[in-house]
């Protein structure tokens, strides 16, 4: 049994309460004063069960419209056509007795089938307005003189259209969420729930073939104040383990301020990342594993000390900072398998310098404004050859400004360095291979 609403306001959020199966009609109005009213049939198979009688069903579908302010006209049928006509010809609530569907649709008019505008001339011409005047013609005299259209509107005006819903397909949301009746104040009891959560969600995202790439997570305080966290993945994954313990380093370095009474996730729905490595090409790390690593070293070594380096843009030696939350950028295959371009071969020779982080501090004598003799942790020796210095400078408009002499030195050790001078003291910075 199929139902019909027709009338003004949002009737398709009504047609969701009784039915997930809902189809919106997009067709003719009654008149040019009613051009905004919306028509939604939706299945109602089974509820009978739950209401009883027809009558009962469509009662309880008037009285949710009454409910929402709202006013239209019902129609419960066997097919969604017959509904759809009866809920846009007749006033009030109708229900059409099963086999009755012709007689109780005789007298409608036929502009309510939405027919082309020629055919609806062409029966105008011979005098056919009604349902019963189109159902009583002869099929094979429609067929040859109107030709499909023609009979498809008899079958209609018969109430005998058999079809299926073309139904409303509801937006793809995946949240989840669990109400307590005691407050959590302890990590591990949450974690235990959160865990429901994610499983929840990844089955549902599984069933779809689908995966996520971002891990919404709301909490709700007895103090009624919210958490919200929100931890972003470098590539559309299904991992729950991994999915946990993030969320749970995540709460480590950030936990609630309060006792939790309500909990809510959700997550953004997007196709899996498909990868195929070459056959002879080790095996790099998960992305996801990569992330999960990072936040635990994220809990070692303190927020905003683990991450990925980047140089910034100015001349300071050694200047970059490291983008904690930044995700680990993926390079397709054909990059991970490129080999590298060989680099041009010199003969000359080259050293390499051993950075000391942090650097050195050192005690430097002066001679002739050069330096004479380094002291520092590890090192002692008189300088017998130097190049230098150097002298660096930059960020004088700021608050920050920096400047450095630099002098490359070898010392009686038999070991070359690099140091430099700044106004905080002089420093080692490296050694050379």
């Not at 104040?225 to 470098?234: E, G, I, K, Q, S």
């Not at 997007?270 to 990868?275: F, M, T």
């Not at 080999?339 to 041009?344: D, G, I, L, Q, R």
């Not at 130097?386 to 700021?398: H, K, L, M, N």
Request: aromatic share 6%; glycine share 6%; hydrophobic share 45%.
């Amino acid at each position: 049994m199929f139902a019909c609403l027709h009338g003004p306001g949002n009737l398709t959020a009504i047609a969701f309460d009784f039915s997930p199966a809902v189809e919106a009609i997009v067709g003719q109005a009654l008149s040019p004063a009613n051009a905004s009213l919306s028509t939604v049939t939706f299945d109602v198979s089974g509820l009978d069960r739950l209401f009883g009688l027809p009558q009962d069903v469509a009662a309880a579908i008037a009285r949710r419209v009454r409910e929402a302010g709202l006013t239209a006209h019902l129609a419960l049928a066997a097919n969604p056509d017959a509904a759809i006509c009866a809920a846009r010809g007749f006033p009030g609530v109708s229900i059409i007795p099963y086999g009755d569907e012709a007689k109780f649709l005789a007298p409608l008019p036929l502009t309510l089938l939405d027919p082309a505008p020629q055919l609806l001339e062409t029966l105008e011409r011979w005098g056919i307005r009604r349902f019963h005047e189109m159902a009583a013609l002869p099929p094979l005299g429609i067929a040859e003189r109107l030709g499909a259209e023609g009979m498809r509107l008899r079958e209609l005006a018969r109430g005998e259209a058999e079809r299926k819903l073309r139904r409303i397909e509801e937006p793809l949301t995946f949240e989840d969420q669990i109400e307590l009746e005691y407050p959590v104040e302890l990590l591990e009891p949450l974690a235990f729930l959160l865990a429901r959560l994610i499983n929840g969600l990844a089955t549902r995202l599984a069933t779809r073939a689908l995966a996520t790439d971002e891990l919404r997570l709301r909490l709700q305080l007895e103090t009624r104040a919210t958490h919200a966290r929100t931890l972003h993945l470098p590539v559309p994954t299904l991992d729950t383990k991994a999915f946990l313990k993030l969320l749970q380093l995540d709460l480590e370095a950030h936990p609630p301020a309060a006792p939790v009474v309500h909990l809510w996730m959700g997550v953004n729905p997007v196709k899996p990342q498909a990868a195929q490595s070459g056959l002879f090409v080790p095996v790099a790390p998960e992305p996801v594993k990569l992330s999960l690593t990072l936040a635990r070293i994220q809990a070692l070594v303190g927020e905003g000390r683990a991450g990925i380096p980047e140089l910034l843009d100015t001349h300071r030696p050694d200047a970059f900072r490291v983008q904690s939350n930044a995700a680990f950028r993926v390079e397709s295959n054909a990059a991970l398998n490129a080999k590298p371009a060989a680099a041009p071969i010199s003969a000359a020779p080259r050293l390499a310098l051993r950075l000391f982080r942090p650097a050195r501090a050192a005690r430097v004598a002066i001679a002739s404004s050069q330096p004479s003799f380094v002291t520092a942790e590890g090192i002692r020796g008189k300088v017998i050859e130097r190049a230098g210095p150097w002298r660096t400078s930059g960020d004088w408009w700021t608050l920050d400004p920096w400047q450095r002499d630099e002098w490359d030195i070898a010392l009686s050790d038999g070991a070359l360095y690099r140091i430099y001078c700044e106004p905080r003291g002089w420093f080692v910075e490296g050694a050379y291979d």
